[in-house]
């Protein structure tokens, strides 16, 4: 069993993380290194108005003596050397980096490197229904179907071409979800951030297409820290996706990204992330630390953000997407797959903050762990005191591919409201030596079984996505299963 | 019993031993299965039936350690449970499996089509498959609404037993195993059961029902049956052998155990 099954899961190792090329192109960096001087040239790069410098500056300097201060955090169940920060890149732009109106514009290079993600940003050759905003190491590259989303008032742009031309919206939204001095990361990124997506839609408009961002690193030595805000106004609805891939390097690279969302009056914003960075080889070496805070705030009545988010690239995921349920009855969802393969460490989950009367939260996590794999889900459940009769629903399943992974599950519940209702599930299973040999006896081979089961297991989850992604995460979730099972 | 030409045999198995972990279960089994045939194998718990059907199957847990066992004159040892499945080998289990978050479609149209591309046919398409499975729900007198469902899941014993059935309906294999498929049912799923499998047999196709009781021999008549004990075929007869352990138990066969040795050659 073990060493056809290990046969099995070799074969799929074999098809390598197909994104790992680096684009020759011809890039602006700075010198690595972190201090005022890098903050203020960063801001002078994106012409930007003195209240943002003022604030990044702010952030700087609390990052600063948060680093003196050694509070990077350490509670996360992962473990890696120190990072060195005054080490990191922390900012890199592919040249010239004019503003660019129109495609014909954009380095070919750059456009070809899109093509071979499966990215097309020309418009002709679009994704049906999908608006791509395309980010490169440090700077938004293009965004698409800008005009056609214009007409009805919907913004969606690079953040830097916000701070120009909407600097009212994001300077009353901006840090309003995640301030600056929130987490040691999101200090960081707030400090340095270069660029990222910013979407409006406004009053009673429901966006015809999906929204999406591409992330790109590319640049060697360059951490990415890019923002995005994302706003709907009363009863706008907006679908979201992202999706990451970066080149293979034998070290390690940092991702430090901040998003905020915010959802009005009878407003849901639905968020897809499709994480695919690259891992690190067999051993452990290189791969993205992928440091991230995401938080959605339904600050009106009956207003629901949806976290949907399939994970499984990164050397070291720290992510936690949540939602503070403001509105009375506003609702929070979180739907997860991640999965650890290699030497993969990944510490996921949530944050639920019930705050309004009747909120409700449901959160669904599936954690696949194969290869020396480590998956922590860990999630908040807060129900606070004037929270009449909020009920949050949690399941955490865990699938074990092997014997050398690890799965763990941290549940954290804070109730202060006795109306609440709260439900925890949890179960851990391995993979079944019975269910792959009832596959197999029908003629399914061994690693379409394995996919089909690992799909099946993470079910609720992917049929959440927009349909663009669902199979792309199916895929992905087979290609991800890397010589495991011992 | 006896025919005038005698064709080539599908199945053979020449004294084969077999273990499943430390224990050895299976201690010089012979049986040939020609097309056509259906043959039963009886005896009480622990004598080595499941193990027999495993070893067919090629469940990876169960060793072949001497002897052999031909498939159209091929080493089945030799193939992955797969390719055993491709070649027209279908076992339908004792407890069928549960695939959560996998739809019966999904998993059965894979399974088809995978045989299908073997044997150099086009796959079939959602439409097409559907007709089929349609067709063939009919034989175990099964729900449309069962096929929208998880893989065996939360279905009743006896739904589990007649989904084994429509899959091997479905999947048309030359060779099927039927592993205890009378137990847990009732009477009223027994006789579904069994009209499904009765439906499929056919002179190309054989069959190796192994049960622990004869009632299931009532409903489908086999060709020959074969008793087995501790490991060994102990006795083997046409369908009256059948009636005449229901009558006498399986203690009966085990007063003169060297006898019986020589009765099953």
């Known amino acids: 069993m073990a060493d056809s099954q290990n046969a099995a899961l070799e074969q799929l190792a074999r098809q390598e993380y197909k994104y790992g090329f680096v684009t020759d192109i011809e890039s602006e960096s700075v010198a690595p290194g972190l201090d005022e001087g890098v903050v203020r040239l960063i801001s002078a790069k994106k012409g930007e108005p003195e209240w943002l410098l003022e604030w990044r500056l702010r952030a700087l300097r609390r990052f600063l003596e948060m680093l003196e201060k050694h509070a990077e955090p350490t509670w996360a169940n992962v473990q890696y050397p120190s990072i060195d920060y005054q080490k990191i890149i922390y900012y890199s732009a592919p040249k010239p980096r004019e503003q660019v109106d129109s495609l014909d514009e954009i380095d070919p290079e750059l456009l070809r490197t899109y093509e071979k993600l499966g990215i097309s940003l020309s418009e002709q050759k679009r994704l049906s229904g999908v608006a791509v905003d395309a980010v490169f190491d440090s700077v938004s590259v293009a965004t698409t179907f800008k005009d056609e989303l214009e007409k009805q008032g919907i913004i969606f742009c690079s953040f830097s071409e916000a701070v120009q031309r909407h600097p009212d919206l994001v300077r009353k939204y901006l840090g309003s979800v995640v301030p600056y001095a929130d987490n040691f990361f999101a200090c960081l990124n707030s400090a340095v951030f270069s660029d990222g997506s910013f979407a409006y839609i406004p009053k009673g408009v429901r966006c015809p297409m999906e929204l999406s961002t591409y992330f790109r690193i590319n640049s060697a030595g360059t951490g990415q820290f890019e923002r995005t805000l994302l706003i709907a106004d009363e009863g706008a609805y907006v679908s979201y996706l992202e999706g990451c891939t970066a080149p293979m390097r034998d070290e390690n690279q940092l991702h430090a990204a901040v998003v905020e969302l915010i959802a009005l009056d009878d407003a849901e914003i639905k968020y897809s992330t499709v994480q695919n960075w690259y891992p690190g080889n067999d051993e452990g070496v290189g791969g993205i630390y992928n440091f991230v805070t995401k938080r959605g705030a339904c600050r009106g009545r009956r207003s629901k953000i949806a976290w949907t988010q399939v994970e499984t690239g990164s050397a070291i995921t720290w992510k936690y997407p949540s939602c503070i349920l403001q509105g009375d009855d506003s609702i929070g969802e979180f739907y997860s797959v991640a999965m650890t393969n290699k030497r993969q460490q990944a510490d996921t989950g949530t944050k639920m903050i019930h705050v309004g009367k009747n909120t409700k939260s449901t959160i669904i996590s599936k954690g696949i762990s194969a290869g020396r794999g480590q998956q922590s889900y860990r999630g908040l459940v807060r129900i606070g005191p004037k929270a009449e009769n909020a009920r949050n629903y949690s399941q955490c399943d865990s699938l074990l591919l092997g014997d050398q992974c690890g799965a763990h599950t941290f549940p954290y519940l804070e109730v202060k409201n006795a109306s609440a209702t709260v439900e925890h599930e949890a179960t851990t299973s391995k993979i079944g030596e019975d269910q792959l040999f009832y596959c197999m006896q029908r003629g399914i081979s061994e690693e379409d079984a394995i996919s089909m089961i690992v799909n099946g297991f993470c079910k609720q989850v992917l049929r959440e996505l927009p349909m663009e992604f669902a199979v792309e995460a199916q895929n992905l979730l087979g290609v991800s299963l890397e010589g495991s099972v011992g | ?265």
Do not use: C
């Not at chain 2, 579904?192 to 439906?199: E, K, L």
């Not at chain 2, 102990?234 to 007063?255: D, P």
């Open chain 2, 1 to 265: 019993m006896t025919r005038t030409v005698k064709r080539a045999p599908m199945l053979e198995l020449k004294n084969v031993h077999a273990r499943a972990g430390d224990a050895v279960i299976l201690k010089g089994i012979d049986l040939t299965v020609r097309a056509g045939e259906v043959h039963a194998v009886m005896g009480p718990n622990g004598s080595g039936k499941s193990t027999l059907a495993n070893v067919l199957a090629g469940r990876p847990s169960v060793e072949v350690t001497e002897g052999q066992v031909l498939f159209d004159g091929t080493d089945l040892t030799t193939l992955a449970p797969e390719q055993r499945a491709l070649e027209g080998i279908f076992l339908a289990f004792q407890y069928p499996v549960e695939i959560p978050g996998v739809s019966n479609t999904y998993f059965l149209k894979a399974a088809l089509n995978a045989r299908r591309v073997h044997r150099g046919d086009q796959e079939l398409d959602a439409m097409e498959f559907l007709e089929l499975v349609r067709e063939k729900m009919k034989l175990v007198e099964m729900e449309e609404k069962f096929m929208s469902r998880s893989v065996n899941e939360g279905f009743s014993g006896g739904e589990k037993k007649r989904n084994e059935i429509l899959q091997m309906a479905i999947l048309e294999p030359r060779l099927s195993i039927l592993d205890e498929t009378d137990s847990g049912l009732d009477i009223d799923a027994l006789r579904i059961v069994a009209s499904g499998v009765n439906a499929l047999r056919g002179p190309e196709r054989s069959m190796l029902v192994i049960t622990h009781y004869q009632r299931l021999l009532d409903y489908i008549v086999p060709d020959f049956v074969h008793v087995l004990a501790e490991g060994r075929i102990v006795r083997s007869g046409g369908k009256e052998l059948a009636q005449e352990l229901e009558k006498k138990g399986y203690g009966w066969l085990e007063v003169e155990p060297k006898t019986l040795g020589a009765v099953a050659r």
